[in-house]
């Protein structure tokens, strides 16, 4: 997979995992180990070892694999490698843009963007999914005809917690059982994973950016989505959760007249190349704020 920065750098992915995941769901073999290791079963189990001590000798070379400064961290010692991937970044260090009209990603990732037609549908790796069977309702899948898809993709390197990004009000987490493929688009050649996945979501009713639906996706080897007990009204920048160990994405749909996103995600994402996003960065602009 192709990343670029906002300059229009283009970024070095990670060809080595790249390479295992082609093996794993690219093969006849692979796909019928996946069918054991994409199980929640197996998810608990490999979270049970990640919050033992016994993982904490993992966090080491996984530091310096990926030039992780772990002066940016509350944390530099930690009881186990979930409480390192959960590890809480110092207070500051990624502050949310504070125009009324700056919509802003909720999380570290790699971002790309659809368009959602007037049939509520949207298009990854030649995949089409609808938004009524992201979202199992009809109902509110009808609330998105004509809007935007922001898919916010984690990889293990990056800050592990998300945010809301605007001020408002939010319904109660709703939850969708499945299972839990990596949402690296090598997957995404061989199975509708966002159909299949794991996910949780609330609708937010924004001060700034109309009714946002807020997806967290979870992905292979994933312990939890750990979303918090939040009041019902909530504030821009407000921590909503966290992922534990393991690949994950942040999903943000957008009411059609809403938002219109920054030209250069727009155009990454129709070359087929991820942008990469820090917490409480500009992303677009609200067209009624």
Known sequence: MRYKDRTGKEVCANGQQDALLQKLYGTALGRKLLSVLVQPAVSKIVGY????RLSTVLIPPFVQKNHIDLSQYEKQEFTSYND???RKICPGSRPF???AEAFTAPCDSKLSVYPITAEARFCIKDTQYTMETLTRS????????GGILCVFRLTVDDYHRYAFV????????FHIPGVYHTVNPVAGEHYPIYKENTR???IQKSRHFGRLLLMEVGALLVGRIVNHDVEQTVSRGEEKGYFEFGGSTVIVAVQAGQVRIDEDIWQNSAEGIETVVKQGEKIGTGLKA
């Open 49 to 52: 070892f990640m919050d033992s």
């Open 84 to 86: 390192f991937f959960t």
């Open 97 to 99: 843009a504070e125009a």
């Open 138 to 145: 009809k109902r509110v899948a009808k609330e998105y005809e």
């Open 166 to 173: 605007d001020d408002g009000e939010v319904s109660r987490e």
């Open 200 to 202: 949780e979501f609330c």
